[in-house]
């Protein structure tokens, strides 16, 4: 897939496009559904699959104090668009000059005349321009006037809900991270760094991997059991997201007790993701009682992960 940063190096040579529009946080299922249609719609048409993106998230420019943590890296985000089969990638940096201008002349200046758009495709919720007054309705308005083809594709239905970011991020705030990954149709995962620790967890029999990781976390404080990516391959893991309420501490951190792991992982990038969730992190008695519930803990990710 091609990458282009803004539309001044979109090459005009491109070709005549079906273009679906949105910011894809996630890339959930709902959001695969959108540039799959453009995708499908495309090839039979003989024409160019351009999905048009933007970065930061809009709400980061408009109204920063409410701008949600991202689900996916930007990097994340283009690595799920090109699974789609998606030719081309237009990432639009998102400014409020850009979000200045009235719907009508974005649709008709940047996805018609720029991008080369014959047909948009766009989610059934999806506002863009001036006052985020342009959307689906706008677009089927337009679409006689300015002579491009449109397709709103409905909202996902998983688990009875219609699939959103939003609610993504409400499952992970509550550690469901298994509905999550239903709604992303993968695991919840980060990327991070294998950083020192107090080594702790060596003296409990158990050594964790002490992950820095890349983003603001979204999930919910707790004990999961997951699968670590490493230089070496993939390990199931027990991963802790939590303070270490037994020896005092109060800064959350991310540790990771990799089944079957021998060795270092030090200054490492690893990815972790989530698969589902054992219990919730709490205080013990001592020592000798965190020691057998992480057992516990480690048997119980051993059956979840199929690796007994």
Request: glycine fraction near 12%; include cysteine.
């Amino acid at each position: 897939m091609q990458i282009v940063q803004g539309l001044e190096t979109y090459p005009p040579e491109a070709g005549p496009a079906v273009v679906a529009l949105g910011v894809f946080d996630g890339v959930h299922v709902g959001h695969r559904e959108i540039l799959g249609t453009a995708v499908a719609r495309a090839r039979r048409a003989d024409l160019v699959a351009v999905a048009c993106t933007f970065d930061p998230h809009p709400v980061e420019v408009l109204q920063p104090g409410k701008a949600p943590a991202p689900i996916a890296t930007l990097d994340e985000r283009l690595a799920h668009i090109a699974a789609t089969g998606v030719d081309t990638t237009v990432v639009l940096i998102f400014t409020r000059a850009l979000a200045a201008i009235e719907p009508e002349a974005f649709v008709r200046e940047v996805v018609l005349e720029r991008l080369g758009g014959r047909e948009i495709v766009v989610g059934f919720n999806h506002t863009f321009g001036r006052g985020a007054r342009g959307n689906a309705r706008l677009l089927e308005q337009l679409a006689p006037r300015l002579g491009f083809d449109l397709v709103v594709v409905p909202p996902r239905i998983v688990d009875g809900v219609p699939v959103s970011s939003s609610e993504i991020r409400e499952a992970l705030r509550l550690g469901d991270v298994e509905r999550a990954g239903r709604y992303l149709g993968r695991p919840y995962a980060i990327a991070g760094t294998v950083e020192a620790g107090a080594a702790r967890g060596r003296t409990l029999g158990f050594p964790t991997a002490n992950i820095r990781p890349d983003r603001p976390l979204l999930i919910a404080t707790g004990v999961y059991a997951g699968t670590v990516e490493t230089k070496g391959g993939p390990y199931g893991a027990v991963v802790n997201v939590g303070i270490r309420p037994t020896f005092g501490e109060s800064q959350v951190v991310i540790e990771a007790h990799l089944l079957d792991f021998t060795g270092s992982l030090y200054d490492q990038s690893v990815r972790l993701a989530f698969l589902g969730r054992l219990r919730e992190e709490r205080k013990f008695s001592g020592v000798d009682a965190l020691r057998r519930q992480i057992a516990e803990d480690v048997e119980t990710a051993r059956e979840r992960l199929g690796r007994g």
